[in-house]
C-alpha cells in the first residue's frame, strides 16, 4: 500500500492528530513546516514535498502515546517506521537537528544508527526550518535559536551538552541552506 506520509498534507493529517495537546509543541511543528516550504527552494524540485512532509513530523516523538526511549528523533522515526512510512521519511526525523549529538549523550547511538543518515540538501533545509524556529512557532536567527535551547536546558542536560557539541554542525546546515536559497532563480 502506498504511504500518503511523505506528502505534505499527509504528513500534515498525523502531525496534527497527535501534536495540538502539546501546545507550543505544535505551534513550532506548523512553522518548521511553513519555513520549510520557504527553503524548498535549497532542495531539488523532486525533493520538495519529502522536506516539508519530514518538517510536519520531525517532532511527531514527543507525543506521548509514541513514547519509548524518550528520545523524541527516534521515537518518531520508529512510529513512522511501524507504519510503513517511505525509508528516508524515517531516516530524516531519525536524524533531524543533529540527532546524533543527542543519541551519544543519552547512550541511544546504536539505537539511532539503524537509521543512516544522509547528507543532503533535504536534511540541511530540515535543520535550517527547525534551527531557526523558536518553540512557540517565532521566527529566529541561528544564534538566537540556539542561544534559546541553551537557556531552556540546564547546563550539563543531555540537550544542552548535544546542542553545544552540535551547534558548527548545525551552523553549517543553516548556512548551506541560505547559500542555495541566495543562488535559486526567482
Do not use: C
Not at 45 to 74: K, M, N, S
Not at 88 to 116: D, F, I, T
Not at 135 to 145: K, Y
Amino acid at each position: 500500500m502506498p504511504s500518503a506520509l511523505d506528502t505534505p498534507q499527509g504528513a500534515a493529517e498525523l502531525a496534527e492528530s497527535l501534536l495540538p495537546p502539546l501546545g507550543n509543541r505544535w505551534l513550532h511543528t506548523q512553522a518548521v513546516a511553513a519555513r520549510a516550504r520557504e527553503a524548498s527552494a535549497a532542495v531539488s524540485e523532486a525533493d520538495r514535498d519529502l522536506l516539508v512532509a519530514a518538517a510536519w513530523l520531525h517532532d511527531i516523538g514527543y507525543a506521548p502515546e509514541l513514547r519509548d526511549t524518550g528520545f523524541h528523533p527516534l521515537d518518531g522515526a520508529r512510529y513512522l517506521e511501524s507504519l510503513g512510512a517511505p525509508a528516508r521519511l524515517v531516516r530524516l526525523v531519525a536524524h533531524h537537528s543533529g540527532a546524533v549529538y543527542e543519541a551519544e549523550q543519552r547512550g541511544l547511538s546504536p539505537e539511532l544508527a539503524v537509521y543512516e543518515r544522509e547528507d543532503s540538501p533535504v536534511l540541511d533545509a530540515l535543520i535550517f526550518a527547525d534551527m531557526t524556529t523558536g518553540p512557540a512557532g517565532q521566527s529566529f536567527d541561528f544564534d538566537t535559536r540556539i542561544d534559546e535551547i541553551l537557556v531552556r536546558y540546564e547546563p550539563g542536560s543531555e540537550v544542552h551538552n548535544a546542542i553545544s557539541k552540535a551547534r558548527p554542525y548545525l551552523q553549517g546546515a543553516v548556512e548551506r541552506t541560505r547559500d542555495r536559497m541566495a543562488h535559486q532563480p526567482m
